[in-house]
Nanobody, 119 residues
Framework: EVQVVESGEGLVQPGGSLRRSCAASGFTFSSRFMSWVRQAPGKGLEWVSY????????YYEDAVKGRFTISRDNAKKTVYLQMNSLKPEDTAVYYC????????????WGQGTQVTVSS
């Protein structure tokens, strides 16, 4: 059974930092790309970042470039998202998602966890 499980909810003040983690099981982790997708209140899904299977290639949407860093540990079957200089507009439900190819997109999703940036 494929499982993708994100870390718990996070509440942080503007300018603060938060680290998200996502543990996966039920598939060959080292052969899949891993990604973070978010959905802000009243908005659609937004592909925040992804990392290829080996960890050597990454993508970030413009809104988070220079502030967020994605990484993975294939031995631990875990992907991370380090979020710095957080802004209120980063408030969203964050999903961890996995897939075989970026062209097809994610096929296995976590349940999503809330990240709130507020003073």
């Amino acid at each position: 059974e494929v499982q993708v499980v994100e870390s718990g909810e996070g509440l942080v003040q503007p300018g603060g930092s938060l680290r998200r983690s996502c543990a996966a099981s039920g598939f060959t982790f080292s052969s899949r790309f891993m990604s973070w997708v978010r959905q802000a209140p009243g908005k659609g899904l937004e592909w925040v970042s992804y990392i290829n299977s080996g960890g050597g290639s990454t993508y970030y949407e413009d809104a988070v470039k220079g502030r967020f860093t994605i990484s993975r540990d294939n031995a631990k079957k875990t992907v991370y998202l380090q979020m710095n200089s957080l802004k209120p507009e980063d408030t969203a439900v964050y999903y961890c998602a996995s897939g075989r190819t970026v062209v097809v997109g994610p096929t296995d999703w976590g349940q999503g966890t809330q990240v709130t940036v507020s003073s």
